[in-house]
């Protein structure tokens, strides 16, 4: 089964709201990192956050992690309808070349 | 340049066919990876080249055959592939370090149909 396990599947929210991911692992890690994937293209790098953080901020972006629950969060704040994507967690093993994606949030917004 | 550049963009090929797919990046990265992506789904690792060597298969079947023949170029050779084989393969780079992951940049992805 997959690594990252990601809630909810999909997500349709106005423009100007907040949109929240979640994503849950279960193996110990080393980093967590977030995706963007427009539709059909290839995946954009947003956020690494180290598992020895707890919380990190990009532009928009906020990102929490829970290495005791094994979980994190994505908050993407003031959502455009340029945000509409799907967004993955995605972690790394066997010595940081195994990344294992998460099942992945679709996010609509709406204009 | 923080570019991965795939080739081709669409490819549809018959099941005796031989084709190949091509990636290419100038960052200086020396770990290079193959995904296969399926509709709604999220990438699923096939390969990792570190150092223009084999690290990590991922039980692809033989139909699938990597080469990384220089430190900017990723191949993946097709041969006698399936119906089900068709995906979107994307390829990705990343500067290598053991222990701990990096970001990896991703291509456009090669849209593949077998017919």
């Known amino acids: 089964s997959q690594q990252g396990e990601e809630d909810p599947q999909a997500l349709s929210i106005q423009e100007g709201e907040n949109a929240t991911m979640n994503c849950s692992y279960k193996?110990?890690?080393?980093?967590l990192q977030w995706y963007r994937q427009n539709s059909g293209r290839g995946l954009v790098h947003l956020i690494l956050i180290r598992s020895n953080e707890r919380e990190k901020h990009s532009g928009r972006l906020r990102v929490t992690l829970d290495t005791s629950k094994k979980s994190s969060s994505l908050l993407i704040t003031a959502s455009r309808a340029a945000d509409t994507a799907s967004y993955f967690c995605a972690t790394a093993h066997t010595g940081g070349f195994k990344t294992i994606f998460g099942a992945g949030t679709r996010l609509f917004v709406k204009a | 340049d923080t570019e991965v550049t795939q080739t081709p963009k669409h490819l549809v090929m018959g099941m005796t066919n031989k084709k190949s797919l091509k990636c290419e990046q100038h960052?200086?990265?020396?770990?290079m990876y193959w995904y296969k992506q399926k509709a709604k789904k999220p990438p699923e690792l096939m390969f990792v080249y570190s150092y223009e060597k084999l690290s990590i298969n991922e039980s692809v079947p033989s139909r699938f055959s990597p080469e990384c023949p220089n430190s900017s170029l990723l191949n993946l050779h097709l041969h006698a592939l399936q119906p089900e084989d068709s995906a979107l393969y994307l390829c990705a780079s990343s500067l290598p370090r053991t222990g701990e992951s990096y970001e990896q940049y991703f291509g456009p992805g090669t849209r593949l149909t077998v017919t």
């Open positions: 193996t110990s890690i080393n980093n």
């Open positions: 960052m200086g990265h020396r770990a």
